[in-house]
């Protein structure tokens, strides 16, 4: 294995596999910390963990494990996969997982980059956009977990680790990878560790991919991952690519938990169409919607592939948390969606689609996943996925992700016919 890949979501791990297998890196997906040794010929590892709103010291122990895990397979270079919005709080985790793994490798430096110019994050003097509106004003202000309420990446880091946060600007940026390593000596040199670096455009994220080839940690969306194949590719390091994909025909399902504008977007066109259930946190904590009676929706609407969402505005989010509690509530409809994966597998359900990253987390655990291996790609950032050893295949999305109809087309993908 030459590529480990450490991510705090299991779409956000899907996004990354997704692009080193379009780099002709043949990839695996790991749904948490492996049992055993990886199989012969996978080059890039992704160990897919649920950490990005779990308590510090847990998301510090699990990245460490899946560190000591991909370092024992061979792994030179890590990547720690973290949202193209840069979801966390002002207490973490990014900044301690990031000071983890440096102190764990003795890497002087790590590249700090969640931009993604192909679903429209982009980084520019160290702030964050989503399309043309700053990362504060797109929405993600308002979300449930992770509310950020500051586009400015240096800023927010700087109050999750005690490292000086360095920055190099696209200035440099747009001189290729020359430039972007001398920049990288600059900070070093300035004392820094963690380096924000802007990107606005694809060739900003190759060019910083180069740049990086002689670092041993990299940090950020996967759109930086763009231009590490091609540092192995030049080594004569890679095989040529990875096994083929087979989807999988039969019964489909829309699980939905994420309350980002995209995703409710595509859950109203949905819904004209097909068959749906809303899971409201009123009625998951009073008992009255259960496992029992969503699988019992589900199954008598399966040949018409229904929906299941819990995807409410943030004004109704809001006031949900206050009656019940944050976590107590997120942990309640994470378990539902987790037990109802389960069941609807066991019960013939083959293809499952999931909106969200704390729901899809949920979803892959309630499915007891140990592997997943990449297929095409549905919308920037979502490949279709087949469960390794089932016939079983998913499609994992960030709330944020994708166009309207998404839902439509994630489903035709992961049949047989949609795959070939």
Known sequence: MLLGCIGDDFTGSSDLANTLVKGGMAVTQYCGLPDGPAAPGVEAGVVALKTRSVPVAEAVEQSLAALDWLLAQGC???????????????????????????DRLDAKTAIVCPAFPGTGRTLYQGHLFVGDRLLSESGMQDHPLTPMTDPDIRRWLSLQTPRKVGHVAHADVAKG?????????????????????????????????????????????????LGLPENFRRAGELAGGSDSFAGVDGPGVVLSGSCSRATRAQV????????????????????????????????????????VYSSADPEEVRRAQGVYGTETLAGAIETLFADLAGELA????RRIVSAGGETSGAVVRGLGCEALRIGPEIDPGVPALRVEGAELALALKSGNFGGEDFFERALAILSEKGAA
Do not use: W
């Open 268 to 307: 109203a066109r949905y819904k004209t169409n097909h068959p749906s259930l809303e899971v409201t946190a009123d009625e998951v904590m009073s008992g009255k919607t259960t496992v029992a009676t969503l699988r019992a929706f589900v199954l008598e609407n399966q040949d018409a592939a229904p929906l």
């Open 76 to 102: 030179r270079q890590i990547f720690f996969k973290y949202c193209s919005t840069f979801d966390s709080t002002p207490q973490g985790n990014i900044g301690p997982v990031i000071d983890a793994l440096m």
């Open 346 to 349: 066991r019960s013939g359900i």
């Open 177 to 225: 990878a020359e430039g972007i390593a001398a920049g990288l000596a600059r900070e070093l040199a300035a004392g820094a560790g963690p380096v924000v670096v802007d990107a606005i455009a694809d060739a900003d994220l190759h060019a910083i991919g180069a740049a990086a080839e002689g670092l041993v940690l990299i940090t950020g969306g996967s759109g930086v991952a």
